[in-house]
């Protein structure tokens, strides 16, 4: 606890000269915020939940020092017709950023929000609260505390293209912090896309509602920065059939941690969360996932793909909890790591928790080196060793890139993981 | 059951069969027999009046007290996915022997008739006798092939080995841990707390501090044990914790296989039951640790009840050493076991079978732990978990591969069935992977009683508790296939038997 209040003094004193959002529904959820800090404390590296990630350079003031990387590499979803808005550092970015304006779509700052957004008064940082039960996930709380800016959106029909988040990285030292909310009514669409490094420290939180019959998609690409670290967290509602998708690719990075809590509150819904990390010497990456099954009918899939070398490590720990009551829950769960070189690590937990009788859940995990019998196969078919690599690592990862709705982004990740896989090879 | 449950159109007969086979739990009747007990409570006078009474060199009376020591400095482990009331570990016997055993009887037929006649109701032979009763047509097996020699263990003191004497003829010591100590010290010194330190985790530690008796065995280079050997445990007293140790040395090129029963009497207040069993199996020798534990799980309202925390572990130290656990568990009100295998000599293998029922009011938290220490070592864990009534029924495990521990194997099946929409299944694996050329594989399911093969059985004219005995022993199969016949048979009627009441 001493540990806590020291980082929260800190954090208080370093987000002085930071302004806070204002609007009385802002105000008492960062008061009711820091209190779930004070009672659940910081998280620890003995915690259980950070058993193979160290949290100490996520909670450290001020945050460790990344430098930024320069790449020529042509911006992800650059050909897309999407809204683009900016982030530099996490701070919002007006210029850089096309006007918020989108039919069937309400955009507003947190910043700058109305202070009567009633909407947002029962999303902000509600479902964040909710999420810290039964696993405290208290650098979520601290976002919802400390979040000086971030998004406000609310979508009342069917959105005819991406909204596009970049988070650029320009400064070494930037430690930052942003909080959307989502709010998706009945029957409508929205497609989010996210990419860039975004900071040296980012600690990012998403919430999102989505009504009856609505549909959510969406996918993220975190940059290719070396140094960076991120901590992000999406906690996501999910109504009657309504259908929640997220594909997150992730390259390089020193130190990311994913964490999405799904819950399923109405009968027939769909979630869908996938991941693939690719990544090579010093990278550490978790995705931490934990979906709740509360309502009959419904249908979870995890699907996680990693690809290391160098002595990258890479973490899954993925919970299926069906609730009492939640029958015909279908929950399917699979983590998989292809090891590149000795060096590697994976550590995984896939975890079960079911109080329901009538359901079918099952996880796999699998671990271990590429398929000796298949590259001999494409090496005696006059493919040389490099290229028949690449091809069984990204047959190995289209699992979950297949994931992903649109075939044009998929076919875009695609060629971003078969360059990479290109750039680092022996 | 009560008359006035029983539903129109279902006949006398049926009732009396069901109350036939029935009657929950079968071994909840207890031995009126004269004890001595030690004082309640756990002190270091405690502790050397154990080690005085089973006569014990002053070293093992200072490993123990040091063991206490540490044990005072140790957290009761909250981990685990179960719920019970604290525990008074001051409100314990931690010794129990009958009076008639105060002068250690020479052989079996000195023992007290009223012991010897407790173990034949449970249908543990101590006579001498070639196969174990109740095995059908084992009768018609060479008798020569069935042997099983057996150690019985009540309460705090062992009752008496059997077959001890051909046993010896093969070079194999087979006797309780107690007359090790005595007997045997060189090589109880040298190997007991070697697989699990004194102070490996809180319920070991205070095994280490005051178990007072269990089985050793000790089987030479490059014998072949003639013998099944087996321990049959039975708590008896009231309020009293059993606290046994069991110490197995299979040297090099050597083969034994070892069977554990327990059962204990059916009372209102939980008992306590913490034991610790050390394997070591040295190059090219292997053992198989069967286990099928029956302790009193509770009434329906999960009143009474053993607490069952064990910590098992097997170290494989010579190459191409192989370990196989094989555990079937429906007794006790909780259960927290994870018997492991350390996986440090080159080629070795390690196996874990287990099924898990926990019906009513039962919690089970259990699983396995490989360690892939050495190179090219193979695990396989098959875990079948059943859970009825208001029951919560955990599969926990570790697999770690470490870097030097190169093209080793793991496979690992978790299965869960729910029978009923109150009681839970979970699953909680840890997988730690930290070199490529291994592979490690993990499957789980969870689902129940699939309706189609139920209404395939019930066309067929099964009863409904029949139906779904017979589709959880076909659920088992890969688990109860890996037990010793004797074992297999007396298995597959528990899991029918455990399971009862929990249908409609």
Known sequence: MAEAALSRSSATELTADRKLPDQPWARSARVEALSRLDTLGLPHRRDEYWKFTRPDTLIQMPAPSAAVFHNDEKPLFDDMDRLRIVFVDGVFDENASDDLTLEGVKIERLATAQSDLHWAKDLYGKLEAAGQTPVPRTLAAFNTAYAEDGLLIHVTDKVSKPISLIYTHESDSSDAILHHCIKLDAGTELTVLENGPAAARFNKVMEVDIGDGAAFHHVRAQGRDHERRAVTHMFARLSAESVFKSFTMTVNGKLTRNECVIELTGDDATAHVAGVCVGDGDFHHDDTVFVTHDAVGCESRQVFKKVLRNGAVGVFQGKILVKNGAQKTDGYQISQSLLLDEDSQFLAKPELEIYADDVACSHGSTSGAIDEDALFYLRARGIPQNEATNLLTLAFLAEAVEEVQSDVLKEELTSRLDAWLARHRD | ?504
């Open chain 2, 1 to 504: 059951m009560d008359d006035t449950l029983v539903k129109d159109g279902v006949d006398q007969e049926t009732v009396d069969a069901v109350r036939e086979v029935g009657g929950a739990y079968k071994h909840g009747w207890s031995t009126d027999i004269e004890m001595e007990y030690a004082p309640k409570g756990l002190t270091p006078d405690i502790v050397k009046l154990i080690s005085e009474k089973n006569e014990e060199p002053q070293w093992m009376t200072d490993w123990r007290l040091e063991a206490y020591e540490r044990w005072l400095t140790k957290k009761e482990p909250d981990w685990a996915m179960v719920d019970y009331p604290e525990i008074d570990f001051q409100d314990q016997y931690y010794y129990a022997r009958p009076k008639s055993m105060m002068v250690k009887p020479k052989s079996l037929d000195e023992v007290d008739p009223k012991l010897l006649a407790t173990y034949s109701k449970l249908g543990i032979p101590l006579q001498e006798q070639a196969i174990l009763a109740g095995v059908e047509g084992a009768g018609e097996m060479p008798a020569e092939a069935r042997k099983v020699a057996v150690d019985a263990v009540f309460d705090s003191v062992s009752v008496g080995t059997t077959f001890q004497k051909e046993l010896l003829e093969a070079g194999v010591i087979f006797c309780s841990i107690s007359e090790a100590i005595r007997e045997h010290p060189e090589l109880v010194r040298k190997y007991l707390g070697s697989v699990v330190p004194v102070s490996d985790n809180f319920y070991a530690t205070l095994n280490s501090a005051v178990f007072s008796d269990g089985s050793f065995v000790y089987v030479p280079p490059g014998v072949r044990c003639p013998m099944e050997l087996s321990t049959y445990f039975r708590i008896n007293a009231e309020n009293t914790g059993q606290f046994e140790r069991t110490l197995i040395i299979a040297d090099k090129g050597s083969y034994v296989s070892y069977l554990e029963g327990c059962t204990a009497p059916q009372r209102d207040e939980s008992q306590l039951h913490a034991a610790v069993v050390e394997i070591i199996i040295e190059e090219d020798a292997e053992v198989k640790y069967s286990t099928v534990q029956n302790w009193y799980p509770g009434d329906e309202n999960g009143k009474g009840g053993i607490y069952n925390f064990v910590t098992k572990r097997a170290d494989c130290r010579g190459d191409r050493a192989k370990v196989m656990w094989t555990q079937v568990e429906t007794g006790s009100a909780v259960t927290w076991k994870y018997p492991s295998c350390i996986l440090r000599g080159d080629d070795s293998q390690g196996e874990f079978y287990s099924i898990a029922i926990a019906n009513n009011m039962q919690q089970a938290d259990t699983g396995t732990k490989m360690i892939h220490l050495g190179k090219r070592t193979k695990s396989r864990i098959v875990s079948k978990g059943i859970s009825a009534g208001k029951a919560q029924n955990t599969y926990r495990g570790l697999v770690s591969m470490h870097p030097k521990a190169k093209e080793s194997r793991n496979y690992t099946q978790c299965d869960s069935l729910l029978i009923g929409s109150e009681c839970g299944a979970h699953t909680v694996p840890y997988i730690e992977v930290k070199n490529n050329s291994s592979r490690v594989e993990h499957e789980a399911t969870t689902s129940k009683v699939d309706d189609d093969q139920l209404f395939y059985c019930r066309s067929r004219g099964m009863d409904e508790e029949e139906a779904v005995a017979l589709v959880v022993n076909g659920f088992c199969k890969d688990v109860l296939q890996a037990l010793p016949m004797e074992f297999a048979m007396e298995a597959q009627q528990l899991v029918a038997i455990s399971l009862e009441g929990s249908v409609g």
